[in-house]
T-cell receptor
């Protein structure tokens, strides 16, 4: 069975600081991995995805994530946080059959001025 | 890009009544749509997978007679909460998946906030 673990339900950074949101997955088959962002009372917006091509994936808004098979990790980073990055972030995994996507519990990012 | 809409965005209904939520893919055809439920400060819980022209597949623990899903066309899926109760109050989000492509990407609607009084 697949699962996703996001370490840290809350992360707080200063504006301009590095953002690091952690995600570890469990999958018996090569996974497809996603990061989504959710602003209050809105749906989810895709930040980036890993689909077995390049292990370093660049997404929108300056975010990127690196797939590390040996560590079963897919951590999300951004070199310099902006106030507008404050939101809830979800890591998700889909099996290659694509039948179901499992979401992590989410990490709320706070950005301090 | 791919756009998914939901209607209504907010709805308040009385206990015992039924509420229908629509999910539309506006610029692509979606053979598969998903319905999620999200409780405050929690993650998304998949309720059911809806395939056009066939019966929805419900996740374990989701009452199919209470949460009726109809995927009547390639651009529309509906979720009807029947005989709603206050515990059904939640944020319901749909997503749609285009039929082509290998990335299994989903496009999410903006969500519907249901409050049952």
């Amino acid at each position: 069975a697949q699962s996703v673990t996001q370490l840290g339900s809350h992360v707080s950074v200063s504006e301009g600081a590095l953002v690091l949101l952690r995600c570890n997955y469990s999958s018996s088959v090569p996974p497809y991995l996603f990061w989504y962002v959710q602003y209050p009372n809105q749906g989810l917006q895709l930040l980036l995805k890993y689909t077995s091509a390049a292990t370093l994936v660049k997404g929108i808004n300056g975010f990127e994530a690196e797939f590390k098979k040996s560590e079963t990790s897919f951590h999300l980073t951004k070199p310099s946080a902006h106030m507008s990055d404050a939101a809830e972030y979800f890591c998700a995994v889909t099996d290659t059959g694509g039948f179901k996507t499992i979401f992590g519990a989410g990490t709320r990012l706070f950005v301090k001025a | 890009g791919a756009v998914v809409s939901q209607h209504p965005s907010r709805v308040i209904c009385k206990s015992g009544t039924s509420v229908k939520i629509e999910c539309r893919s506006l610029d692509f055809q979606a053979t598969t749509m998903f319905w999620y439920r999200q409780f405050p400060k929690q993650s998304l819980m998949l309720m059911a997978t809806s395939n056009e022209g066939s019966k929805a597949t419900y996740e374990q623990g989701v009452e199919k007679d209470k949460f009726l899903i109809n995927h009547a066309s390639l651009t529309l899926s509906t979720l009807t909460v029947t005989s709603a109760h206050p515990e059904d109050s939640s944020f319901y989000i749909c997503s749609a998946r285009p039929p082509s492509g290998s990335s299994y990407e989903q496009y999410f609607g903006p969500g519907t906030r249901l409050t049952v009084t």
